[in-house]
């Protein structure tokens, strides 16, 4: 998932300043066109193929997906999205209403550590919650003393419901908290001055005002339910991600095309009603000056129930995987024997990481500059098809790579090109977004002044524009090395046999229970994970 | 005669139906300064970015010297046109110097090169700042480096887009004077867009008025304000009182009585009447009015001034009386009145 989109929605830059790009000569646009357009081909062709072997399955495909079997998964799928939506809501809702309007204290620091919750890999949370909250874990141990015997796994549905919930509750945070801090004080005092109490205000004046936030917040959750795959793998609840995997794992490459379709539509459908409440919301958009100096409401009595409810998430989303693999690093459990050096690990997933960064930031440089110049609804649309890599969850290209390398390109299969190719399409939208706001946030006066002084616009890209816009690219560079690292569906169905990868480790030891290699690659990757989330926050400061 | 640019029916159409820029033609002189001058939104820095090559016209020509660079056949993109533009904004580059912002549009590192750039930090007084960063100088002093950099390249034609209205008032008199000495001293042909009416009168040679991307009057400073076309243009450049009359060739009957007229005409008119053209005083001659306001400006006052069946005007006057509200006075036109067609 993309932190700034939710941060910073698109519509942001279209605004003057990419209307007042000079338009480009012909030579120059269908460079970058054609570029783009290559680019684009590789993102959509192999979910083309998938999408169309699966619609080539016919009645035999449709007599698959009606198998109760099937409608089970679509069920599990669904039963988990609704569930973990309401429940990160309601963890959401308070918590971005203390940490933004009330006087609660170290606001900031639950702030940035409930943000830290997000950026945590998934199978990383399901590992340590299972073992926390398992039988014999930490919280028995806590229990035991209250005379409480042994806790019941927490495997299925429960394990899956619980790591999703605190995984994803900060992306509902992150819009309700910016639409309270935008809200219209006077619109509060109005209410007020009509003697409406605290809790009237809130209900009347206030949550109306959330209401595109908070629904633009439970659609980020949703989608991220059904695309995630480490939470439902780990506590193995067959919802599509981990269905899919099963039968790609095991060959049945048209079974899982079948299942992967109606995830595609699933998302898809999601994605539309998301578009469309972005732009119905933008009507509640209220003028920037008033939001800054909003009061903070006095908690009074409230104060140390607030400081637990606030306490009680960051504890359990974000210290207990910490506390976990820490207990791990020291604690003297079985020995793995499959003893990989950490040398070899830190290597493979660095350098893989590295290789698919510069790749990425590559490939977005000519959308990014189509998108910068906008000239025409195709090279919009071209962009808009980029994007298509992130929307769908990893584990569907993930498929349709294996599908059209197995079928076509069988000397790419398994090879580390199309283990590259697999992470690139996935992450292309991170390293254009941060390259087309580098851009956009430089004056388009420059590459005016540049070429009345007689420069052409690629000289000017080269000496202005790329310069100026290098701490952006920069970033989006350093983001996709570092989600690059974590990610697992991807490395795990695409990569060379025996490339092992922090993310690959921590799977199949978990898959073994040597939870003590888990540890040190388990801690590396939590600290990627912060790196990125600070990041993300230094683009947009304005949140923290 | 050679002209620096000239542009033949001129126009520019965006996305929707109307037209922001509509056939508009221009010619410039060599060595002359021509403004644009009209309101925000009227098409004028539209024009100037047509001329400069950033947008393409939807039709018509322009010419720079001898050089077609834009008609139906073919399109000079901007770096190719020889031109030098000053934005609004002064965009220099952040990420190097001033010396650097200047060096710019100049070829790679040759003796040619720094001379050229000491000649132009010397002729906008720049040379004591030439290693500062553009956020360590002043708004003026940014002003003089995108000048310098506009110019060092010699380009046939400057172009300059509301170059003086992100400095504060004090500073822009003077900023206004030392660009013109400068662009006297070079000899260049300029562009120059504003919507300041003090600003075009005062630099310019002549006056381009744009409306609703329609070019109302070419004209020179002189003749915009004594001569306006219309009372569009009238009411834009300076203050103007309009007043009905009867014109009866060369005059007409008003509430001031008779008075002359510059053209001969006929039927009902308005008479444009610039508040120095009347003439205000207290010995009984003209038409008896009462003061509303006073304004002083030192060098010269102006009157708000109520005939008596209640219409108003403005009226300049000398400092050599004094007036207060609600003094009786006598006004009377000084000058001839221009008249227009109801």
Same mark, same amino acid.
């Given at each position: 998932?993309?932190?700034?989109?939710?941060?910073?929605?698109?519509?942001?830059?279209?605004?003057?300043?990419?209307?007042?790009?000079?338009?480009?000569?012909?030579?120059? %646009?269908?460079?970058?066109?054609?570029?783009?357009?290559?680019?684009?081909?590789?993102?959509?062709? @192999?979910?083309?193929?998938?999408?169309?072997?699966?619609?080539?399955?016919?009645? *035999?495909?449709?007599?698959?997906?009606?198998?109760?079997?099937?409608?089970?998964?679509?069920?599990?799928?669904?039963?988990?999205?609704?569930?973990?939506?309401?429940?990160?809501?309601?963890?959401?809702?308070?918590?971005?209403?203390?940490?933004?309007?009330?006087?609660? @204290?170290?606001?900031?620091?639950?702030?940035?550590?409930?943000?830290?919750?997000?950026?945590?890999?998934?199978?990383?949370?399901?590992?340590?919650?299972?073992?926390?909250?398992?039988?014999?874990?930490?919280?028995?141990?806590?229990?035991?003393?209250?005379?409480?015997?042994?806790?019941?796994?927490?495997?299925?549905?429960?394990?899956?419901?619980?790591?999703?919930?605190?995984?994803?509750?900060?992306?509902?945070?992150?819009?309700?908290?910016?639409?309270?801090?935008?809200?219209?004080?006077?619109? *509060?005092?109005?209410?007020?001055?009509?003697?409406?109490?605290?809790?009237?205000?809130?209900?009347?004046?206030?949550?109306?005002?959330? =209401?595109?936030?908070?629904?633009?917040?439970?659609?980020?959750?949703?989608?991220?339910?059904?695309?995630?795959?480490?939470?439902?793998?780990?506590?193995?609840?067959?919802?599509?991600?981990?269905?899919?995997?099963?039968?790609?794992?095991?060959?049945?490459?048209?079974?899982?095309?079948?299942?992967?379709?109606?995830?595609?539509?699933?998302?898809?459908?999601?994605?539309?009603?998301?578009?469309?409440?972005?732009?119905?919301? %933008?009507?509640?958009?209220?003028?920037?000056?008033?939001? =800054?100096?909003?009061?903070?409401?006095?908690?009074?009595?409230?104060?140390?129930?607030?400081?637990?409810?606030?306490?009680?998430?960051?504890?359990?989303?974000?210290?207990?995987?910490?506390?976990?693999?820490?207990?791990?690093?020291?604690?003297? %459990?079985?020995?793995?024997?499959?003893?990989? @050096?950490?040398?070899?690990?830190?290597? !493979?997933?660095?350098?893989?990481?590295?290789?698919?960064?510069?790749?990425?930031?590559?490939?977005?440089?000519?959308?990014?500059?189509?998108?910068?110049?906008?000239?025409?609804?195709?090279?919009?649309?071209?962009?808009?098809?980029?994007?298509?890599?992130?929307?769908?969850?990893?584990?569907?290209?993930?498929?349709?790579?294996?599908?059209?390398?197995?079928?076509?390109?069988?000397?790419?299969?398994?090879?580390?090109?199309?283990?590259?190719?697999?992470?690139?399409?996935?992450?292309?939208?991170?390293?254009?977004?941060?390259?087309?706001?580098?851009?956009?946030?430089?004056?388009?006066?420059?590459? *005016?002044?540049?070429?009345?002084?007689?420069?052409?616009?690629?000289?000017?890209?080269?000496?202005?524009?790329?310069?100026?816009?290098?701490?952006?690219?920069?970033?989006?560079?350093?983001?996709?090395?570092? !989600?690059?690292?974590?990610?697992?569906?991807?490395?795990?169905?695409?990569?060379?046999?025996?490339?092992?990868?922090?993310?690959? =480790?921590?799977?199949?030891?978990?898959?073994?229970?040597?939870?003590?290699?888990?540890?040190?690659?388990?801690?590396?990757?939590?600290?990627?994970?912060?790196?990125?989330?600070?990041?993300?926050?230094?683009?947009?400061?304005?949140?923290? | 005669?050679?002209?620096?640019?000239?542009?033949?029916?001129?126009?520019?159409?965006?996305?929707?139906?109307?037209?922001? $820029?509509?056939?508009?033609?221009?010619?410039?002189? &060599?060595?002359?300064?021509?403004?644009?001058?009209?309101?925000?939104?009227?098409?004028?820095?539209?024009?100037?970015?047509?001329?400069?090559?950033?947008?393409?016209? #939807?039709?018509?020509?322009?010419?720079?010297? #001898?050089?077609?660079?834009?008609?139906?056949?073919?399109?000079? &993109?901007?770096?190719?046109?020889?031109?030098?533009?000053?934005?609004?904004?002064?965009?220099?580059?952040?990420? +190097?110097?001033?010396?650097?912002?200047?060096?710019?549009?100049?070829?790679?590192?040759?003796?040619?090169?720094?001379?050229?750039?000491?000649?132009?930090?010397?002729?906008?007084?720049?040379? &004591?700042?030439?290693?500062?960063?553009?956020?360590?100088?002043?708004?003026?002093?940014?002003?003089? +480096?995108?000048?310098?950099?506009?110019?060092?390249?010699?380009?046939?034609?400057?172009?300059?887009?509301?170059?003086? #209205?992100?400095?504060?008032?004090?500073?822009?008199?003077?900023?206004?004077?030392?660009?013109?000495?400068?662009?006297?001293?070079?000899?260049?042909?300029?562009?120059?867009?504003?919507?300041?009416?003090?600003?075009?009168?005062?630099?310019?040679?002549?006056?381009?008025?744009?409306?609703?991307?329609?070019?109302?009057?070419?004209?020179?400073?002189?003749?915009?304000?004594?001569?306006?076309?219309?009372?569009?243009?009238?009411?834009? $450049?300076?203050?103007?009182?309009?007043? &009905?009359?009867?014109?009866?060739?060369?005059?007409?009957?008003?509430?001031?009585?008779?008075?002359?007229?510059?053209?001969?005409?006929?039927?009902?008119?308005?008479?444009?009447?610039?508040?120095?053209?009347?003439? +205000?005083?207290?010995?009984?001659?003209?038409?008896?009015?009462?003061?509303?306001?006073?304004?002083?400006?030192?060098?010269?006052?102006?009157?708000?001034?109520?005939?008596?069946?209640?219409?108003?005007?403005?009226?300049?006057?000398?400092?050599?009386?004094?007036?207060?509200?609600?003094?009786?006075?006598?006004? #009377?036109?000084?000058?001839?009145?221009?008249?227009?067609? $109801?």
């Amino acid at each position: 998932m993309h932190l700034p989109d939710i941060i910073r929605p698109r519509q942001k830059l279209n605004g003057a300043l990419r209307q007042a790009r000079p338009h480009w000569r012909f030579g120059n %646009r269908q460079l970058a066109q054609a570029a783009s357009l290559a680019v684009v081909a590789v993102v959509m062709i @192999p979910v083309a193929y998938l999408v169309l072997g699966a619609f080539h399955a016919g009645a *035999e495909g449709i007599d698959y997906l009606l198998r109760a079997r099937t409608l089970r998964i679509v069920g599990n799928s669904l039963a988990l999205m609704l569930t973990v939506t309401a429940c990160a809501s309601f963890i959401a809702l308070p918590f971005a209403w203390l940490t933004a309007r009330s006087d609660l @204290p170290w606001r900031r620091v639950f702030l940035a550590l409930g943000l830290a919750a997000m950026v945590i890999p998934s199978y990383l949370t399901a590992v340590t919650f299972s073992e926390a909250f398992g039988p014999k874990g930490m919280l028995q141990s806590l229990l035991e003393p209250i005379g409480v015997g042994r806790l019941p796994s927490i495997k299925g549905f429960f394990g899956a419901a619980l790591t999703l919930s605190f995984v994803t509750f900060p992306y509902i945070v992150l819009p309700a908290r910016a639409a309270l801090l935008r809200c219209d004080r006077n619109l *509060e005092e109005a209410g007020q001055s009509l003697g409406l109490s605290r809790w009237a205000v809130f209900r009347q004046i206030i949550l109306p005002q959330l =209401r595109p936030a908070l629904s633009t917040g439970m659609l980020m959750t949703a989608l991220y339910c059904l695309s995630d795959f480490g939470a439902v793998a780990v506590m193995r609840f067959n919802a599509f991600t981990r269905a899919i995997f099963l039968q790609t794992e095991s060959y049945r490459l048209d079974k899982a095309s079948m299942l992967a379709l109606v995830l595609i539509v699933l998302t898809i459908a999601l994605l539309i009603v998301q578009s469309r409440l972005q732009h119905g919301g %933008r009507h509640y958009r209220v003028g920037s000056g008033a939001a =800054r100096n909003l009061e903070r409401l006095p908690l009074g009595k409230w104060k140390l129930p607030a400081v637990a409810f606030c306490a009680t998430v960051i504890g359990i989303g974000v210290l207990t995987p910490l506390l976990v693999l820490f207990s791990w690093l020291s604690g003297h %459990r079985l020995t793995n024997p499959i003893q990989v @050096p950490l040398t070899e690990l830190l290597g !493979n997933t660095v350098g893989v990481s590295a290789v698919s960064a510069l790749v990425v930031t590559a490939a977005a440089l000519p959308l990014a500059l189509l998108a910068m110049h906008a000239a025409s609804r195709s090279d919009r649309w071209l962009v808009q098809l980029a994007y298509l890599g992130n929307a769908l969850p990893g584990i569907v290209i993930a498929l349709a790579l294996v599908i059209f390398a197995t079928s076509n390109l069988l000397s790419w299969y398994q090879t580390l090109p199309l283990l590259i190719v697999g992470y690139a399409i996935h992450y292309l939208p991170f390293s254009i977004g941060a390259t087309e706001s580098a851009f956009a946030q430089t004056n388009p006066r420059f590459e *005016e002044v540049a070429r009345s002084l007689g420069i052409s616009a690629w000289a000017a890209l080269a000496r202005i524009t790329l310069p100026l816009a290098r701490a952006g690219i920069l970033a989006g560079l350093a983001l996709v090395f570092l !989600n690059v690292m974590k990610e697992l569906p991807t490395t795990l169905l695409l990569r060379p046999i025996g490339f092992r990868t922090f993310a690959t =480790r921590i799977w199949s030891a978990y898959d073994e229970a040597f939870l003590s290699s888990i540890a040190l690659p388990g801690l590396l990757l939590v600290l990627a994970s912060l790196i990125a989330l600070a990041i993300l926050l230094r683009q947009d400061e304005g949140i923290a | 005669m050679e002209f620096s640019l000239q542009a033949e029916k001129l126009s520019k159409r965006f996305d929707t139906q109307t037209l922001a $820029v509509e056939d508009i033609s221009l010619k410039v002189k &060599p060595g002359e300064f021509l403004t644009l001058l009209g309101p925000s939104g009227g098409g004028k820095t539209t024009t100037l970015r047509l001329l400069a090559g950033f947008e393409k016209p #939807s039709s018509g020509r322009i010419q720079i010297g #001898s050089r077609i660079v834009a008609d139906d056949a073919h399109f000079t &993109p901007p770096e190719k046109r020889r031109i030098g533009m000053v934005f609004q904004d002064y965009a220099l580059f952040p990420h +190097v110097n001033a010396r650097e912002n200047i060096g710019f549009g100049l070829g790679r590192n040759t003796k040619e090169r720094s001379k050229q750039i000491e000649r132009m930090l010397a002729l906008v007084g720049m040379a &004591p700042y030439a290693e500062r960063m553009p956020h360590e100088l002043s708004g003026g002093q940014q002003q003089r +480096v995108a000048l310098a950099r506009a110019l060092a390249p010699n380009p046939d034609i400057l172009l300059l887009d509301e170059p003086f #209205s992100n400095l504060d008032t004090g500073l822009r008199a003077q900023v206004r004077t030392d660009v013109r000495r400068i662009l006297r001293e070079t000899e260049t042909t300029a562009i120059f867009v504003t919507h300041d009416q003090e600003e075009a009168l005062s630099l310019s040679d002549e006056i381009a008025v744009i409306f609703e991307g329609k070019l109302l009057q070419l004209a020179t400073p002189h003749a915009i304000y004594n001569r306006p076309v219309s009372m569009r243009v009238a009411k834009f $450049v300076g203050d103007a009182n309009f007043m &009905p009359a009867e014109a009866h060739g060369m005059t007409a009957q008003c509430r001031l009585g008779e008075v002359k007229l510059f053209h001969p005409k006929t039927g009902k008119v308005q008479l444009l009447i610039r508040p120095e053209a009347l003439a +205000v005083r207290f010995d009984e001659i003209g038409t008896p009015a009462t003061v509303l306001w006073r304004e002083f400006f030192g060098h010269y006052q102006r009157l708000g001034l109520a005939l008596a069946d209640g219409a108003e005007l403005m009226a300049r006057a000398g400092v050599d009386r004094y007036f207060r509200r609600g003094d009786k006075v006598w006004v #009377s036109m000084a000058l001839p009145a221009l008249a227009y067609d $109801v």
